[in-house]
Antibody, heavy 116, light 112 residues
Framework: QVLLVESGGGVVQPGGSLRLSCAASGFTFSNYAMQWFRQPPGKGLEWVAFIRNDESDKYYSDSVKGRFTISRDISKNTLYLEMNSLRGEDTAVYYC?????????WGQGTLVTVSS | DVVMTQSPLSLPVTLGQPASISCRSSQSLVHSDGNTYLNWFHQRPGQSPRRLIYKVSNRDSGVPDRFSGSGSGTDFTLKISRVEAEDVGVYYCMQATHFALTFGGGTKVEIK
């Protein structure tokens, strides 16, 4: 059974940084691409970033490009999202997802609030 | 980016009656591998999204057969044959054919 557990959210000031983690289990982590999505409070879903299983490709939404970095640690079965230069519009629940096109499993998400 | 346009924005339905949600993309969602990566999600308040349909018309495990997806190219539809109380919430279409992945704006289904 696929299990994804996001963590690392919290309150951060504008311009600050935060690192999110996504602990994965129930599948062979090294075989799958992974992605991050987010959902601002009361709003719709937005794709954030993608990383291929071997890290050969990384893609970002225009809204986070140059500020966020996606990475993974195969030894820890963990996906990361390093977020810098945070803005109010980055306030959202962040979710990780397994695979390039497989979105059958979602974690509970972790809330990031950017506020002074 | 591919723009996903969902309609209606809000859908009041009577229990036991059918419901239909439309999703149109600004360009074809047929991937070079021949698949069409159009998904449908359901989200209840305070919960994570749950995928209902993948690749246009394939129901996920555990999804009731009253849900069905159809369409091709740029025009897609999610149908609920007989709405039940547990079906309330927001429905999103999402394309995973092209980067950046994009979602429709959502359709809120509520019981009349």
């Amino acid at each position: 059974q696929v299990l994804l557990v996001e963590s690392g959210g919290g309150v951060v000031q504008p311009g600050g940084s935060l690192r999110l983690s996504c602990a994965a289990s129930g599948f062979t982590f090294s075989n799958y691409a992974m992605q991050w999505f987010r959902q601002p409070p009361g709003k719709g879903l937005e794709w954030v970033a993608f990383i291929r299983n071997d890290e050969s490709d990384k893609y970002y939404s225009d809204s986070v490009k140059g500020r966020f970095t996606i990475s993974r640690d195969i030894s820890k079965n963990t996906l990361y999202l390093e977020m810098n230069s945070l803005r109010g519009e980055d306030t959202a629940v962040y979710y990780c997802a397994k695979g390039r096109v497989d979105f059958g499993s979602w974690g509970q998400g972790t809330l990031v609030t950017v506020s002074s | 980016d591919v723009v996903m346009t969902q309609s209606p924005l809000s859908l009041p339905v009577t229990l036991g009656q059918p419901a239909s949600i439309s999703c149109r993309s600004s360009q074809s969602l047929v991937h070079s591998d021949g698949n069409t990566y159009l998904n449908w999600f359901h989200q209840r308040p305070g919960q994570s999204p749950r995928r209902l349909i993948y690749k246009v018309s394939n129901r996920d495990s555990g999804v009731p057969d009253r849900f069905s997806g159809s369409g091709s190219g740029t025009d897609f539809t999610l149908k609920i044959s007989r709405v039940e109380a547990e079906d309330v919430g927001v429905y999103y279409c999402m394309q995973a054919t092209h980067f950046a992945l994009t979602f429709g704006g959502g359709t809120k289904v509520e019981i009349k």
